[in-house]
């Protein structure tokens, strides 16, 4: 999953990309509503973490805007405006949640994850692949009667791969969406964590994850 967080406080917004990053999480920083907004809508994230008092455009125009032209992005705010009116206003604009500052970082994670499950049950309850099975929701990969353990950036890979069947996908787009924009385009790190899910499915390039030469991979869809 990719977060992008705006957020103009820079060392609250480091600190919260670096824990979601230890969560799991792709996590983007912005520090202006421009640059945020120019952000969120060139690149494809799952969820916005997004503070209202921002230089630029601020948190609520980019709700409005990001509501209208990307309406499947989960959106949780994240302010010191506290008043019941605030976030009425935020809520009513399209945000999914709301989260007062000051603020505990285990109840933002917590947060995060029931909107995601939220989401995943309702958009894709069970991804399927022959045998292969992935449940976005709680986070568990079944082959056959076998419940497969996979570390996060494995899920990661393996759960954008089956939500583009037969499509063939580069390792930039799983750069973008695994990791973040900090990843470095030259690191062999796809590779490597390609290589420990394919001896975890058993997979010799062919059945599962497809290797296209100078192109990328893909799911095959004849599984």
């Given at each position: ?215 990328g991979y893909r799911i095959s869809s004849s599984s």
């Amino acid at each position: 999953m990719r977060i992008l967080i705006i957020e103009d406080e820079i060392d609250l917004a480091n600190l919260l990309a670096q824990g979601l990053r230890r969560e799991g999480y792709a996590a983007d920083v912005a520090s202006d509503g421009n640059e945020g907004y120019a952000c969120a809508t060139i690149n494809d994230y799952d969820l916005l973490i997004l503070d209202l008092n921002l230089p630029g455009i601020d948190g609520l125009e980019i709700c409005r805007r990001l509501r209208t032209s990307h309406p499947r992005l989960l959106i949780l705010m994240l302010t010191a405006r506290g008043r019941p009116g605030d976030k009425i206003t935020g809520l009513d604009l399209g945000a999914d949640d709301y989260l007062v500052k000051p603020f505990d970082f285990g109840e933002l994670t917590a947060r995060i994850r029931a909107l995601f499950r939220r989401d995943l049950q309702v958009r894709s309850p069970l991804l399927e692949c022959g045998d292969l099975k992935l449940d976005p929701a709680s986070k568990t990969v079944w082959l056959g009667k076998r419940r497969l353990q996979l570390t996060r950036k494995e899920f990661g890979i393996l759960e954008y791969l089956m939500r583009h069947p037969g499509e063939v996908i580069s390792q930039e787009e799983l750069l973008e969406h695994v990791w973040d924009a900090e990843a470095d385009p030259f690191t062999t790190t796809v590779k490597v964590h390609l290589y420990s899910l394919r001896q975890k499915l058993g997979d010799d390039g062919t059945r599962y994850i497809q290797t296209v030469i100078g192109q990328g991979y893909r799911i095959s869809s004849s599984s």
